[in-house]
């Protein structure tokens, strides 16, 4: 489905309102309960990058903004490396409501949210999609035709692909997810170094 560029306002806030109403899931249940929001993603409509991390954390659903906490700041750090400024790349997730204690998200909560990223890519329409972490890009890979080319992350990292999207050819750089720096903090470099293939 390709999207028509003119309302992209009224699409990305009609996805909203599904996540927000989508009952079936116990994320949302436990969202609910704790009285905390979806995130759903915040930037440029027209960004010619876009970021998709795994699953917003605590500091993410208390604002319903993603990546607001220390993995945020990492993010923002590597992207003034490259002379990025935040408001003009759009940042979202796969998982739109946070796994609780910060785990994992389960494949069937991937399963559940993926159809609202896959409508997020096709209304942004990026030249460049950027998975950070394992969960993304594994899931990217194989919904864009890319499943022969995955390996883990330690492998790929900083390699760009070719991926097919229903406005086009899109470039797919898979990268570390921020949070890495903050466990290891030689790995910053790693990031940064990684960061330097968005330059375009």
């Known amino acids: 489905m390709v999207v028509k560029n003119d309302n992209r306002i009224e699409l990305l806030r009609k996805i909203k309102d599904e996540v927000v109403g989508l009952k ?7 969202r609910i309960k704790n009285g905390v929001f979806p995130v759903l993603g915040e930037g440029n409509h027209y960004a010619e990058i ?5 699953a917003p954390g605590k500091n993410e659903v208390a604002t319903g903004r ?3 906490g220390a993995s945020g700041r990492v993010l923002d750090e590597l992207l003034a490396h490259i002379s990025l400024d935040r408001k003009n790349v759009y940042v979202t997730n796969i998982v739109k409501d946070r796994p609780p204690l910060n785990r994992d998200p389960r494949q069937e909560e991937i399963d559940l949210y993926a159809s609202f990223l896959d409508r997020q890519i096709s ?5 460049v999609i950027v998975a950070l972490g394992r969960f993304s890009m594994e899931y990217l890979m194989k919904r864009f035709g890319l499943k022969n080319e995955l390996d883990s992350i330690g492998k790929i990292h900083g390699r760009k692909f070719e991926m097919k999207t229903d406005y086009g050819t899109a470039k797919f750089i898979p990268l570390y997810h ?4 903050l466990y ?3 790995e910053k470099d790693t990031l940064k170094k990684d960061f330097e293939v968005l330059i375009i």
Not at 24 to 30: D, G, I, N, R, W
Not at 178 to 181: C, D, E, M, R
């Open 123 to 127: 209304v942004i329409q990026p030249k």
């Open 24 to 30: 079936e899931s116990f994320l949302c249940q436990e």
């Open 178 to 181: 921020p949070a890495v720096a």
């Open 50 to 54: 876009m970021f998709i991390g795994e």
């Open 66 to 68: 993603p990546f607001c």
């Open 184 to 186: 290891n903090a030689k």
